[in-house]
Structure formats: C-alpha cells, structure tokens
C-alpha cells in the first residue's frame, strides 16, 4: 500500500473520520464501519489530509489545469490540495462555487481563478453525485473540461444497479475518477493489524453483499 493511504487511514482513525461497528446508512443498510471526512478539522490534520490528496492525483500522472471544489465540503478540500500541490512544484489555480448566486460585487456562482483546460473536481465521498453533477455543468458553462473526480474514499459499493455512483459517473461523464483510498485498501489496512479479525470478517461479508462489481483504483 503507498505511503499516502496509509497516513491517510491513521490520520482518518485518529481524528474520529473513521469509525467501527454497526452503522445505519441513509439507504436502509447496515455497515461495520462510517465515515466523515468532517471531523478532521484542525491545521495539522488538514495539511497532511490535503497532502494525501495531493499523492493521490500525482501518482495518476493526470494532466490538469485547475481544481474545482464543490460546495460546501468541497471548499477547504480544494483549498487546501492546491496548497499541497504547491509543495510537490505543482502549482494550480483553484475555483468553487457558492450555493445562492451573488447579486453584487463579482456576482455569480463562481468564486476564485477563471475555469479553463482539463479541471479535476475536488470533493469528500461521493454518494448520489448530485453535488459532482453541478460542478460539472458549471465546469462545461465556463467553457472548461472535467477532467477528474478527486474523493477521499470509496466505499465500492454500488447503489441500485451494479455500480457505485463514482463508477457510474465516471462511465457517463468520461472523467477518470481517483480515490485516496479505496474499501480494499481499509480491509488491508485492518487486515495487518492484529485484534481486528471480526471486523475484517463483517466488512468482507458487507463488500460481498454490496460490493460494487467494477470498484477503482
């Protein structure tokens, strides 16, 4: 495993981000483990989670032009990735987008560099994708192309078809989707780890039962 998924999923588990047992999702299922990239919120947490997204689009060797983060999450991610970038001599400018249009100053729903070339989009999870969907729509409005869809994790695990919503869009959008970290990653990760075999062995059993059939990388 590279070094960036695992300071990701220590940092993920100490910050509370990551947590184990029995969880009832929005979809009705139960899960062994839950996920908020919300409770990692300090300065020291956040640049070393930006840098671990940073790693994440590197290791890709995808071109890109800018980053976009989506509202509201999506805002501080993107900001601080692009900072992260900065440090590896990548330097990119950065744009998001406000919920309500302004109608005074610069106006508009878009906030920070001018979108332009390939455009990666910068958000926590993906579930529904509605909020992605935007974001790709007022990238092409711009007259700019989304290039990738950047997430701390996923979970592979499909939705009402066989696909997981990253999956899905990627599929119907032609972005690449790439992952920090993936649920195979986390079943390693805790596979290594001694005293964690029940759990192990309820994720494994979950990702049977809802696994997506074709996860990324």
């Known amino acids: 495993m590279q070094d960036h998924k695992t300071r990701f999923l220590d940092l993920a588990f100490d910050h509370g981000a990551l947590r184990l047992g029995e969880f009832t999702l929005k979809s009705g299922r139960v899960s062994p483990y839950f996920f908020n990239l919300g409770a990692i919120a300090g300065g020291a947490a956040m640049a070393t989670l930006a840098d671990c997204y940073a790693r994440a689009i590197l290791d890709t060797g995808i071109q890109l032009d800018g980053l976009f983060g989506p509202a509201y999450k999506g805002i501080p991610l993107v900001t601080a990735t692009a900072c992260a970038l900065a440090g590896h001599g ?6 998001y987008n406000r919920k309500e249009a302004k109608d005074h100053g610069e106006g508009g729903h878009l906030v920070g560099a001018e979108l332009s070339g390939r455009i990666g ?5 993906i579930t529904a994708g509605t909020a992605v969907r935007e974001a790709i729509q007022l990238i092409h409005s711009a007259g700019a192309q989304p290039a990738a869809l950047v997430v701390a994790l996923d979970r592979q695990e499909r939705g009402s078809g066989n696909q997981s919503a990253i999956r899905e869009l990627a599929e119907s959008t032609g ?3 790439i992952a920090v970290c993936t ?3 986390l079943l390693g990760y805790l ?4 005293g964690n075999e029940a759990t192990v062995a309820a994720m494994k059993a979950y990702r049977r039962d809802y696994g997506d059939t074709a996860p990324i990388g």
């Open 90 to 95: 990548v330097d990119l400018p950065f744009t």
């Open 121 to 125: 989009i910068v958000d926590d999870v």
């Open 175 to 177: 972005i690449t989707p």
């Open 183 to 185: 649920l195979d990653d």
């Open 191 to 194: 596979d290594r780890r001694p």
